[in-house]
């Protein structure tokens, strides 16, 4: 059964800690993207990677972190330089050109205690 | 910085009524548009795309295009009250990235 798993579904962080979110892909899609979503707005891309070992700052890549090791696996840190961390964060893919649809992973609630 | 645009509702629609979402976009090169449709608290899941000027149908989703005006709908026939979530507008700009909209609340009345 094809498709994007992140986990954990929950992730709570305290101050000075560094988390990581994961995802993972089976639909052997070579594009990586991994969002932020506040309430009432859209998203917004912090980082994304085109293949194996390259990924590309987005929009707010501050105080977060990626690697790119494997095709199927694209996880996200979120640094203790991340000020205000509290968002849905949501991990997508594509086969590989912007042309082409992106899938969703179920996403990852980050809450500051 | 390049844009895309919905008016974020809500909008409220009887049940078996039309539903009409609208979405401008500033990058004149963005080539391919999708619709997404997000649940609150869930992640957000695909509708439609549409890549050609005029209509493209399925269901009882309708996507419309107009590149000229950097302008594209989407008509929900039939609106159900499980239609009730908020739909985002998605364009793509440049080789790999994608700008999404704030996303229009759609409420179906019983």
């Known amino acids: 059964d094809g498709g994007i798993t992140q986990s954990p579904k929950y992730l709570f962080r305290k101050e000075g800690q560094n988390v990581t979110l994961s995802c993972e892909q089976n639909?052997?899609?070579?594009?990586m993207y991994w969002y932020r979503q506040d309430p009432g707005q859209g998203l917004r891309l912090i980082y994304y990677?085109?293949?194996?070992?390259?990924?590309q700052k987005g929009d707010i890549a501050e105080g977060y972190s990626v690697s790119r090791e494997k095709k199927e696996s694209f996880p996200l840190t979120v640094t203790s330089a991340q000020k205000n961390p509290t968002a849905f964060y949501l991990c997508?893919?594509?086969?590989?050109?912007?042309?082409?649809?992106?899938?969703f992973g179920p996403g990852t609630r980050l809450l500051v205690l | 910085q390049k844009e895309v645009e919905q008016n974020s509702g809500p909008l409220s629609v009887p049940e078996g009524a039309i539903a009409s979402l609208n979405c401008t976009y500033s990058?004149?090169?963005?080539?391919?548009f999708f619709w997404y449709r997000q649940y609150s608290g869930k992640s957000p899941e695909l509708i439609m795309f549409?890549?050609?000027?005029g209509d493209k149908e399925d269901g009882r989703f309708t996507a419309q295009l107009n590149k000229a005006s950097q302008y594209v709908s989407l008509l929900i026939r039939d609106s159900q009250p499980s239609d009730s979530a908020t739909y985002l507008c998605?364009?793509?700009?440049?080789?790999?990235?994608?700008?999404f909209g704030t996303g229009t609340r759609l409420k179906v009345l019983a």
């Open positions: 997508a893919s594509s086969i590989g050109l912007a042309r082409e649809t992106q899938y």
């Open positions: 639909l052997n899609h070579d594009a």
């Open positions: 990677s085109q293949i194996v070992n390259d990924f």
């Open positions: 990058d004149r090169g963005s080539q391919s």
């Open positions: 549409i890549y050609s000027n």
């Open positions: 998605a364009v793509t700009s440049g080789t790999y990235k994608y700008i």
